[in-house]
């Protein structure tokens, strides 16, 4: 099996496997104050295939099309991969895509070299060849399910040190205008508490050249992906590699979607779900910031799973 090393995202303790005492504690705090998202477990299987595609020279990442139905999501939400590595987007829910975007108008398919899986169920893998390391978007062309906050980043672009437009300073600044955004930045903390390298993942990609409308589907899409890795640290590794083969025989915890926090939150203290805005300020929103050592677009972790059978394959320009 190929394998793909990162350096370190963040630092800290490394959770333990399989969810872990320390973990389900978080998940009991969380309960209290959120009323926590129901839990679900899922097996991960690589699916049989009818068609063996050659994948690149490179190692192979592994990018879940919705951990299961009813969360609009990929896990993870950006990888790092290299000319020559190998995405192989797997699904684990039906009717969904994987369909090339433009950065400006991310719900909408690119005409620049574009790639489209079509619409495909369960068990379907969709393969692509990196050519070059160009940040690319992809979503899911199901009507709605964009809008809702289904796409994800290929090489996505990261900021200096001290930018306050990575996804580590604009968190807190757009918890202090919404109650909701509040609710689920605290939950997710509490769920990574233990875990530094899930609760740091992501944090230095850049926001500054998204549309402001992406903003709030962006870092919601980062903490899904971080309470995703502080439910399954068995993936992590204390370096901040995401390896999902132990996925093949491992069960993992999928989240509820991080919206429904909010939506707990804003149940329990009357006021209007998820998308409305407060007057709750960033209060016990803390801002977490990549070591210097951890920057760049090497910071975030990256899959190293080896999907040999796959259904489809198309090469692009990445």
């Known amino acids: 099996m190929n394998t793909y090393s990162t350096p370190a995202y963040g630092s800290g303790s490394y959770g333990g496997g399989g969810g872990g005492p320390v973990y389900q504690s978080c998940m009991q705090m969380c309960a209290a104050s959120y009323g926590a998202p ?25 990018v879940i099309v919705a951990p299961t139905q009813g969360v609009l999501r990929y896990v993870p939400f950006a ?13 684990n829910a039906n009717k969904h895509t994987v369909t090339k975007s433009s950065e400006l108008t991310i719900c909408n398919k690119t005409s620049d070299l574009p790639f489209a899986s079509g619409v495909q169920n369960k068990t379907f ?9 160009n940040t690319t978007y992809y979503f899911c062309g199901v009507p709605g399910h964009c809008q809702k906050g289904m796409f994800g980043i290929l090489n996505p672009p990261n900021a200096l040190m001290g930018s306050n437009t990575t996804v580590s300073s604009m968190m807190p600044v757009m918890a202090s205008n919404s109650s909701n955004m509040t609710a689920m930045v605290q939950y997710t903390q509490m769920v990574t508490a233990n875990n530094t390298v899930a609760g740091n993942w ?117």
């Open 38 to 62: 129901t839990m679900a477990s899922s097996t991960w299987s690589a699916p049989s295939a009818t068609t063996t595609a050659t994948s690149g020279s490179g190692c192979t990442h592994t």
């Open 125 to 133: 893998v969709f393969t692509q060849t990196v050519n070059d390391t």
């Open 202 to 318: 992501g944090g230095s990609i850049d926001m500054s050249g998204m549309p402001p409308s992406s903003y709030q589907y962006m870092l919601e899409n980062v903490m899904y992906t971080r309470t995703f890795l502080a439910a399954n640290p068995e993936v992590l590794s204390a370096d901040g590699v995401i390896d999902l083969s132990s996925a093949g025989t491992t069960p993992l915890i999928v989240p509820k979607d991080i919206t429904a926090v909010a939506t707990n939150s804003s149940t329990s203290s009357g006021s209007p779900t998820a998308g409305a805005t407060g007057s709750s300020t960033s209060s016990g929103v803390s801002s977490s910031s990549p070591s210097a050592s951890t920057g760049g677009a090497r910071s975030l972790g990256s899959s190293s799973i080896l999907v040999s059978v796959v259904v489809a394959s198309l090469a692009f320009v990445l």
């Open 79 to 91: 990888i790092n991969a290299s000319v020559g590595d190998t995405i192989a987007f797997v699904w």
